[in-house]
């Protein structure tokens, strides 16, 4: 996955950045880490008041295996995608490839 921000002109002369691109592994997705991280944004969700999609407990490091088993076909079969792609209004952009 790449994350790549290009920041607009506003920005730029502030901070002195043109750009920021970083590389994040596919497989980072089916870590512990990933199970954790998820499990903790559904518990907080639910801890809002809001009522979350899933319960905390369905997601495991089993189930994250085999979603990233789904996305490795997808890419394999359509090739690579943009997962977001933003456009501020001062000219930053933010885009998320898979």
């Known amino acids: 996955m790449k994350i790549k921000v290009k920041i607009g002109k506003d920005r730029r002369e502030k901070r002195g950045l043109k750009r920021i691109n970083l590389a994040v592994p596919n497989s980072l997705l089916k870590s512990r880490l990933a199970v954790k991280i998820i499990r ?3 518990e907080s969700k639910a801890e809002e008041g809001k009522t979350p999609v899933i319960s905390p407990d369905y997601v495991n490091h089993k189930l994250l295996k085999q979603l990233y088993g789904c996305l490795k076909t997808v890419i394999k079969n359509n090739g690579h995608f ?3 792609e933003v456009n501020a ?4 952009s933010i885009v998320i490839r898979i």
């Not at 209004?89 to 930053?92: E, F, K, L, N, V």
């Open 40 to 42: 903790k944004g559904i």
């Open 89 to 92: 209004s001062d000219g930053t």
């Open 82 to 84: 943009n997962l977001v």
